[in-house]
């Protein structure tokens, strides 16, 4: 009886304490690790014992520290490098008990990241050679490096097989799990490619300790196509600095003219979802309407894309006078794009979280947009949106948003209002939380307090932290 009343209070003790660590959260936003320290300290020191899982130095209590292994074979360009890049700028890893963060790469790979006090950079150089070099190494050495030198493992490129737990892994890449953007590719090697990536992420998904999602819409696809078991959170990705510049003075479309006409820019890769062609046959109805406007395309290029872009731009425009395709441009150059530009298009259909828009808010350009997908979450009422798909109404927008010096200056403001909310600190900061939170979960058997909260009569667990907490 006494061991059962024991039992009982110690529930109700943890009860108290999960109920004040969530009061302090809210009231002072302070992390949940924080809290959590709080009390162990408040505790540990009425009650002057020393902590088991710490060590006592001068009567002080130091919480036990953690190494994180980032494995970063996939990464090679693109997206995922700039994400582990900027996260690990922005990083203060200290602050979530995180003493070493190992990072194993290919040799380009980790030339590109920061150097760092905290930081280990290790070449593997099988990671620099063909697809089943690299493969062969994440699904066997890996794991074994993993065991030897981290307490958890974060796989930002989407899909592991190996035997090391816990693993963290994070949702980027959705056309695998889009059948109709898939089927764009019709039968070809890149289909074939999804489909084993699609094969792969959703074993990798449903295996995972922890899984991070960019956006609200990639987090709904998913739990559609993969029975997920793990602890699931959403972090957004953040914006380089330097692609910040205030909106500027919207002038009447009558200032412009041919000589001196208005631009409209769209970032982005070639490719059989981006609708490329869609956006260069609306602007070629505008011209037909005498207004003075020129596309600039800008990203690298899928072949196949590339040839029926060109084809549709030598019909409409075969002197490249107002349908300019520039090619890939370094990161470091793109600023400059943006901020020549007088508007921004996006007409995507298959996203997870497009960094491309999210830095065309932070450059005060007016947007139009495509309505798939989480544009609609990530702009809200900061653009004006078209069916991708549809010239006539990519036109519609473009006209529309062209026509109203004053529209645009609203929608631009409004924009780069909303990309405020977006930082690489806040990114990074959430990501090493819910990394050691979610170690320390299977590590000891038990959530960490005020972390991680089961949500759903499923038994699927997640962050507590929604959406709208977030931002």
């Not at 065309?360 to 900061?382: F, T, V, Y």
């Given at each position: 009886?006494?061991?059962?009343?024991?039992?009982?209070?110690?529930?109700f003790?943890?009860f108290?304490?999960?109920?004040?660590?969530?009061?302090?959260?809210?009231?002072f936003?302070?992390?949940?690790?924080?809290?959590e320290?709080?009390?162990?300290?408040?505790?540990?020191?009425?009650?002057?014992?020393?902590p088991?899982?710490?060590?006592?130095?001068?009567?002080?209590?130091?919480?036990?520290?953690?190494?994180?292994?980032?494995?970063?074979s996939?990464l090679?360009?693109?997206?995922?490098l700039?994400?582990?890049?900027?996260?690990?700028?922005?990083?203060?890893?200290?602050?979530?008990?995180?003493?070493?963060?190992?990072?194993?790469?290919?040799?380009?790979?980790?030339?590109?990241?920061?150097?760092?006090?905290?930081?280990?950079?290790?070449?593997?150089p099988?990671?620099?050679?063909?697809?089943?070099?690299?493969l062969?190494?994440?699904n066997?050495?890996?794991?074994?490096?993993a065991?030897?030198?981290?307490?958890?493992?974060?796989v930002?490129?989407?899909?592991?097989r190996?035997?090391f737990r816990?693993?963290?892994?994070?949702?980027?890449?959705?056309?695998?799990?889009?059948?109709?953007?898939r089927?764009?590719?019709?039968?070809s090697?890149?289909?074939?490619?999804?489909?084993?990536?699609?094969?792969?992420?959703?074993?990798?998904?449903?295996?995972?300790?922890?899984?991070?999602?960019?956006?609200?819409?990639?987090?709904?696809?998913?739990k559609?196509?993969?029975?997920?078991?793990?602890?699931?959170?959403?972090?957004?990705?953040?914006?380089?600095?330097?692609?910040?510049?205030?909106?500027?003075?919207q002038?009447p479309?009558?200032?412009y003219?041919?000589?001196?006409?208005?631009?409209?820019?769209?970032v982005?890769?070639?490719?059989?979802y981006k609708?490329q062609?869609?956006?260069?046959?609306?602007?070629?109805?505008?011209?037909?309407?005498?207004?003075p406007v020129?596309?600039?395309?800008?990203g690298?290029?899928?072949?196949?894309?590339?040839?029926?872009?060109?084809?549709?731009?030598?019909?409409?425009?075969?002197?490249?006078?107002?349908?300019?395709?520039r090619?890939?441009?370094?990161?470091?150059?793109?600023?400059?794009y943006?901020?020549?530009?007088?508007g921004?298009?996006?007409?995507s259909?298959?996203?997870?979280?497009?960094?491309i828009?999210?830095?065309?808010?932070?450059?005060?350009?007016?947007?139009?947009?495509?309505k798939?997908?989480?544009m609609p979450?990530?702009?809200?009422?900061?653009?004006?949106?078209?069916?991708?798909?549809?010239?006539?109404?990519?036109?519609?927008?473009?006209?529309?948003?062209m026509d109203?010096?004053?529209?645009?200056e609203?929608?631009a403001?409004?924009?780069?209002?909303?990309?405020?909310?977006y930082?690489?600190?806040?990114?990074a900061?959430?990501?090493?939380?819910?990394?050691?939170?979610?170690?320390h979960?299977?590590?000891?058997?038990?959530?960490?307090?005020?972390?991680?909260?089961?949500?759903?009569?499923?038994?699927?667990?997640?962050?507590?932290?929604?959406?709208?907490?977030r931002f």
């Amino acid at each position: 009886m006494n061991c059962g009343g024991e039992i009982i209070g110690c529930l109700f003790h943890e009860f108290l304490v999960l109920d004040f660590i969530n009061t302090l959260t809210q009231a002072f936003a302070l992390g949940p690790i924080v809290c959590e320290n709080i009390i162990l300290l408040c505790s540990y020191s009425i009650s002057g014992q020393t902590p088991s899982n710490g060590r006592s130095t001068n009567g002080h209590y130091e919480a036990p520290s953690m190494r994180i292994g980032i494995d970063a074979s996939n990464l090679r360009a693109g997206g995922g490098l700039t994400h582990v890049r900027e996260l690990l700028q922005a990083a203060q890893p200290q602050e979530y008990r995180v003493k070493q963060v190992i990072v194993w790469g290919g040799e380009n790979t980790l030339k590109q990241l920061p150097c760092r006090p905290w930081l280990k950079c290790v070449h593997e150089p099988l990671l620099d050679r063909p697809l089943p070099f690299r493969l062969s190494w994440q699904n066997v050495t890996l794991s074994q490096l993993a065991k030897q030198h981290c307490d958890s493992l974060f796989v930002p490129g989407g899909s592991y097989r190996g035997s090391f737990r816990p693993f963290v892994m994070m949702s980027r890449n959705l056309l695998p799990f889009e059948e109709h953007e898939r089927n764009r590719y019709g039968l070809s090697w890149m289909f074939m490619k999804l489909r084993l990536l699609q094969f792969r992420q959703t074993r990798s998904l449903r295996t995972a300790d922890g899984v991070i999602f960019l956006t609200e819409y990639a987090r709904s696809v998913l739990k559609r196509e993969v029975n997920l078991s793990g602890w699931q959170t959403l972090i957004p990705h953040g914006i380089n600095p330097r692609f910040y510049r205030p909106p500027r003075v919207q002038r009447p479309i009558g200032t412009y003219s041919k000589r001196h006409p208005f631009k409209f820019l769209y970032v982005s890769t070639i490719d059989v979802y981006k609708h490329q062609w869609h956006v260069a046959e609306a602007v070629a109805e505008l011209r037909k309407d005498g207004l003075p406007v020129v596309l600039d395309l800008v990203g690298p290029a899928y072949a196949p894309a590339l040839r029926r872009l060109r084809r549709i731009m030598k019909g409409i425009d075969p002197g490249s006078e107002f349908i300019r395709y520039r090619g890939a441009v370094p990161s470091s150059e793109l600023p400059y794009y943006y901020h020549q530009a007088d508007g921004f298009v996006f007409a995507s259909s298959c996203e997870n979280m497009p960094n491309i828009l999210l830095e065309a808010m932070a450059s005060g350009l007016p947007i139009a947009c495509s309505k798939r997908g989480p544009m609609p979450e990530m702009l809200g009422n900061a653009g004006i949106y078209f069916d991708p798909e549809q010239p006539v109404e990519i036109a519609r927008a473009l006209d529309f948003l062209m026509d109203s010096p004053s529209l645009r200056e609203h929608c631009a403001s409004l924009a780069y209002q909303q990309a405020q909310r977006y930082s690489w600190e806040r990114c990074a900061g959430e990501t090493f939380s819910f990394l050691t939170q979610v170690a320390h979960s299977v590590r000891t058997g038990v959530p960490t307090m005020g972390s991680i909260a089961v949500t759903e009569a499923t038994g699927r667990r997640s962050s507590p932290l929604s959406r709208e907490d977030r931002f």
